[in-house]
């Protein structure tokens, strides 16, 4: 923590961003999804590669600032298939959202089909189901999804990325998912600290495979990226370097050839800041870059 640039100043009564993107969805067609970018408390794990710190609170916010959060939010995008309520941190954590918030928050995002939100595995208990229940209150047909890191199944890396779970505990988390009717999106990162390239990659592959195993809906492949302090000081001692945008590519190849065995299962590389990770060259990282954002629509 002591690392850390400082975080940016945010009003608590709007999302700190918003926009309306498209993903491929669990039907094949391309989603409209209304993408909120929550203003909240810090999450309490601070993994070690993560920097969504720079846009949280270090006090709790309030119910009713959270639920102004998603109104304005859902003002700026309009409607979609799909709605992500991310908030930095785990939706179900009781000192991040208030439970007084679900049910506002369950009848603003009434007409859409699918609500996607994030959690920690620790976090996945009686406040899911009932953020389920009220869901369902206003929309019988909704699917809440929800969203975790499991970033590697490398043991040793894992443990020291200092998120205080492991792979055991991501199965357990899938399997509790899947028994109460809910969907798992899955989060894996490319390249985390204390692997080579080559290593990165293939644990990449190893953590993809797994997340489908158990029953992944969508898989999100994560290139790590710098800029959090720890991270840049990771790198100047020679323990850590980006991605490149070939590692990118073909582990993305690889999540598609196992969602051609497995249906109903989706996976995209993220592209957000894509072009910090040029490092083949400009015609060659564009042609990468172009094919990526190909592959992530096409789902092949």
Not at 22 to 41: C, K, M, S, Y
Not at 63 to 92: C, H, M
């Amino acid at each position: 923590m002591a690392r850390r640039p400082a975080r940016n100043v945010h009003d608590v009564r709007k999302p700190y961003h918003a926009m309306l993107e498209q993903e491929i969805g669990p039907d094949g067609i391309l989603w409209d999804v209304a993408t909120l970018f929550l203003v909240n408390r810090e999450c309490p794990f601070r993994c070690l590669m993560c920097d969504l710190w720079k846009n949280t609170t270090e006090a709790a916010v309030d119910a009713a600032d959270i639920v102004a959060q998603v109104e304005a939010g859902l003002a700026q995008t309009g409607p979609g298939r799909a709605v992500k309520l991310y908030n930095s941190g785990s939706w179900f954590d009781p000192k991040a959202v208030p439970i007084e918030a679900y049910e506002p928050v369950a009848r603003l995002v009434a007409g859409f089909e699918r609500v996607i939100v994030e959690s920690h595995c620790a976090f996945l208990g009686e406040r899911a189901e009932q953020f389920l229940i009220l869901l369902r209150r206003y929309n019988p047909s909704v699917t809440l999804e929800v969203a975790i890191g499991l970033e590697t199944v490398h043991p040793e890396v894992l443990a020291r990325l200092n998120k205080r779970v492991t792979t055991a505990d991501f199965v357990a988390a899938a399997g509790w998912l899947r028994m109460r009717g809910m969907a798992l999106r899955s989060f894996v990162l490319l390249r985390p600290p204390f692997l080579t390239e080559d290593e990165g990659l293939e644990w990449a592959k190893r953590t993809i495979e797994l997340a489908m195993s158990v029953g992944s809906t969508f898989t999100a492949l994560i290139p790590v990226r710098g800029g959090n302090g720890a991270m840049d000081a990771l790198r100047a001692a020679g323990d850590w370097a980006p991605p490149s945008l070939a590692s990118l590519e073909a582990g993305l190849r690889h999540g598609l050839e196992e969602t051609s065995r497995l249906p109903h299962q989706r996976i995209t590389a993220d592209v957000w800041d894509i072009s910090l990770f040029s490092d083949a060259g400009d015609a060659e990282s564009e042609a990468i870059i172009e094919r990526v954002n190909r592959m992530n629509i096409e789902q092949k």
